[in-house]
């Protein structure tokens, strides 16, 4: 039996050496750049947008990846091995010891590293549905014919699978970027999104991970309140609680955090693990 009792000492212990994020933001908003916030000594960026030309000069490692294939694969060797997973497929033993023999010098690299920014997960989607197309879920079973539904349902299932792989990733805080989008229903009300192929991994990714930030730009009205200004806006701040004023995407399971905060990911990460007294 796999089931241990875990202690409050050990609790604590990994509470104060692990979040996972979901930060969101609009493009252009600098989500990328926030990399400069954390220590490139122990962060890893997974690249899945081929998107670090604005920090072209960080002195951190990262990889590119290309096809959902090697997202698998990569996740697998950060999370290790799912004792749930069918004994055949994605993070089973096998999986992952076949990885850890074919790749040791990134099992080398990623046992260095205590941060894993995600870049982006809107990429990530888009390239599981290129790949679930050319599965067999993906065909009618009667006419051959492809069969749209049956791959989006395969994308979400697998995109919502490695991302609680990467979740419970021992010691290793996930930060996973994202597109946020402006979206306007019939009545001209607006809403913001993350922009994700399909919408159910959308919906799940909330209730996956322990924060939700948006990225957004401000103005300051003459009284020092900030007004959300997408358009002109020239203040970036990371908006972080979901009763904001804003109307933006957020969650704070921590409770540590303001409406707002400076974006400085490094600055934000020991406030959600300050010890409590």
Known sequence: MALRIVTADERLSEATNKTTIALFGPSGVGK?????????????????E?????????????IPV??????????CLIGGVNPAADPNGFFSAA????????????????????????????????????WAKTRPEAFSE????PDTRGAYGLMAREVIGLLKHLQHAPGKTVIMV??????????????????????????ELPGIVDQVITMALFSTDPDGAL??????????????TAANRFGLPAKDRSGRLAETEPPDLAALLRKINATRR
């Open 32 to 48: 990328t750049t926030l990399l400069r916030t954390l220590p490139h000594e122990t962060t890893l960026c997974v690249d899945l």
């Open 50 to 62: 081929a998107g670090m030309k604005s920090v072209q000069d960080w002195p951190g490692d990262s």
């Open 66 to 75: 290309r096809c959902f294939e090697d997202a698998i694969d990569l996740a």
């Open 95 to 130: 999986h992952h010891q076949h990885l850890v023999a074919a790749h040791p010098e990134l099992v080398r690299l990623i046992a260095g590293k205590t941060t894993i920014f995600l870049d982006s997960i809107t990429d990530l989607t888009r390239q599981a549905m290129a």
């Open 142 to 145: 009667k006419t051959g014919r």
């Open 178 to 203: 994202g597109i946020l989008e402006r979206v306007a229903d019939e009545f001209g009300r607006v809403t913001w999104q993350p922009q994700m192929e399909g919408g159910k991994a959308g919906r």
């Open 227 to 240: 007004r959300h200004d997408p358009e002109h806006g020239t203040t970036r701040r990371l908006v972080c």
